[in-house]
């Protein structure tokens, strides 16, 4: 799901602290009940390290959330993104990383780097408080590691899945140029979006 984001927040991203005041702001407006559950977020980030789109891909129990490649970059290869944080809360007020949160952003590190999107960070925040990647070094012991090398029929199929996803955007982007054409014309959004397949909601959005 696109989280909304203000004009403010679609901020240049210097350091860890940028990217929790935004993520800070996310949470806190979900309600009490919500917060209670662990969510993960994708921040999408373009060439000049600007926000480019926040995506909740995952909200799941008190503590544990799952999210698989295609989830994680899937928006990534949308929106053209050349990096992307990871960002995960703890409802339990800890911040303190799992060794499936380093398994975790090992693997997709890994992925990122074969489909050239690189994972500059992840984030595990509270409430009032988190912790970064990036800042205590784990990003570049990761890097370094040799679990979780894509290799094989895995390669092949991350590969295909990316050119598939390149290619149904491509066609949607045809698709709205089309409607584009359409509207112009006077044709009603209803009838627009009967013979292009787009939602109600993109071709309102033309």
Do not use: C
Not at 39 to 66: C, M, P, Q, S, Y
Not at 142 to 157: D, N, V, Y
Not at 192 to 203: D, F, P, R
């Amino acid at each position: 799901m696109n989280v909304r984001l203000t004009k403010e927040q679609k901020i240049k991203v210097l350091n860890s602290v940028d990217i929790y005041f935004v993520m800070q702001q996310i949470l806190l407006r979900e309600n009490k009940i919500r917060r209670n559950q662990e969510h993960f977020w994708v921040v999408g980030l373009d060439t000049k390290n600007k926000v480019l789109f926040i995506e909740l891909i995952g909200l799941g129990a008190v503590n544990r959330v799952n999210a698989d490649p295609p989830d994680v970059f899937r928006m990534a290869i949308y929106k053209l993104a050349v990096k992307v944080i990871l960002v995960h809360n703890h409802p339990s007020g800890s911040v303190d990383a799992s060794k499936g949160d380093h398994e975790f952003t090992d693997r997709m590190l890994k992925v990122g780097k074969l489909i050239n999107i690189e994972v500059v960070d992840h984030l595990i925040i509270t409430e009032d408080g988190y912790t970064s990647f990036a800042d205590k070094g784990i990003m570049d012991e990761l890097r370094k590691s040799g679990l979780f090398e894509i290799m094989g029929p895995e390669k092949k199929e991350l590969e295909q899945w990316k050119i598939d996803t390149e290619k149904k955007k491509a066609k949607k982007e045809g698709l709205k140029e089309v409607a584009k054409s359409l509207k112009a014309s006077g044709m009603s959004d209803a009838e627009i979006k009967k013979h292009t397949g787009l939602s109600e909601a993109a071709v309102r959005r033309l």
